[in-house]
């Protein structure tokens, strides 16, 4: 892995990826924030060495290099899945590539299904904490100690400094958010009943099929995070009705534009 990562870091310096200490990830319907970067270089997955491609209809699959906000950034305009049929370095490999090339703050977004009963449809959530249950850790197997250590510590595995901003702002701007804890799902079919009631016994507040594989890797090379989670659709299971994708995709356009302000005046304040 350390070859691959040296040839794609090489790559992407070369282009002129480098001194950005800001990564973001846009997630499933949730692209707006590109049209607010001043992009200075684009380049599609499939052309970067060693980088999986995105499958996902909605999603873009570009690694964008620009400013928001004045600072330099690296953006994921999609990302990788486990449903997709990807390993788990596959599917955290651009994190990794991220810190090579000089990020220490990652931003995360993701669309999920609404398990506690006082969240909206189109709402946002920080995220607090994560439970995995997808049946896999990117950090099995060999570890590389140039990476990360070996047992990595997640006792506060989103930045506790970084989500005390983002309330501040949300509450400066009149933002409703809440926060609470995301449960990954494997995916890619959506939940059961039994399933819905089984996630909400375990305490978590939104459900959906990322992100934490990009968290545990990383926490695991020192990188602070912060996530925030737009609610597409609520998960109840005594009154669960099927989910039209189109739907989920408009409940995330109209809670994006509050994610944008958000994210756009975390990274000026970082």
């Known amino acids: 892995m350390l070859d691959k990562l040296n040839t794609t870091t090489d790559y992407l310096k ?3 990826f480098k001194d950005a200490h800001i990564g973001i990830i846009l997630g499933t319907g949730l692209g707006g924030l590109v049209n607010h970067l001043d992009i200075e270089y684009s380049i599609e997955y499939k052309d970067i060495p060693h980088f999986p ?20 950034v690296i953006v994921m305009s999609g990302r990788f899945h486990y449903y997709e049929g990807y390993s788990m370095e596959e599917v955290t490999f651009p994190i990794r590539v991220m810190k090579m090339l000089g990020v220490r ?18 709402s946002l959530m920080i995220l607090d904490d994560h439970i995995n249950m997808i049946p896999a850790n990117p950090l099995v197997g060999k570890n590389y100690s ?3 250590p070996r047992f990595v510590d997640m006792s506060e595995p989103y930045d506790g400094k970084l989500i005390k901003k983002m309330e501040d702002i949300a509450m400066r701007l009149n933002i409703h958010v809440n926060k609470g804890v995301y449960v990954s799902w494997i995916g890619p ?3 059961t009943r039994a399933e819905y009631r089984f996630i909400k016994i375990m305490g978590a ?12 890797v990383a926490n695991h090379m020192g990188i602070k995070v912060a996530a925030i989670s737009v609610v597409t659709d609520l998960c109840d299971p005594d009154n669960l009705v099927p989910v039209k994708i ?3 995709l408009n409940n995330a356009a109209i809670a994006e ?14």
Do not use: C, R, W
Not at 205 to 216: F, K, L, Q, Y
Not at 257 to 270: A, H, N, Q
């Open 146 to 148: 140039k990476l990360g």
């Open 14 to 16: 070369n282009i002129g």
């Open 246 to 248: 189109e739907d989920l």
């Open 105 to 122: 703050t990652l931003l995360v977004s993701n669309a999920a299904g609404g398990i506690n009963p006082d969240y909206k449809p189109a």
């Open 257 to 270: 534009k509050d994610l944008i302000v958000l994210f756009s005046e975390l990274v000026k304040e970082l």
């Open 53 to 72: 491609e995105a499958t996902v209809e909605s999603h873009s699959g570009s690694l964008i290099y620009g400013k928001l906000e004045g600072k330099q």
């Open 205 to 216: 507040d939104v459900v959906g099929m990322s992100t934490v594989p990009e968290v545990i």
């Open 189 to 191: 079919s959506l939940e």
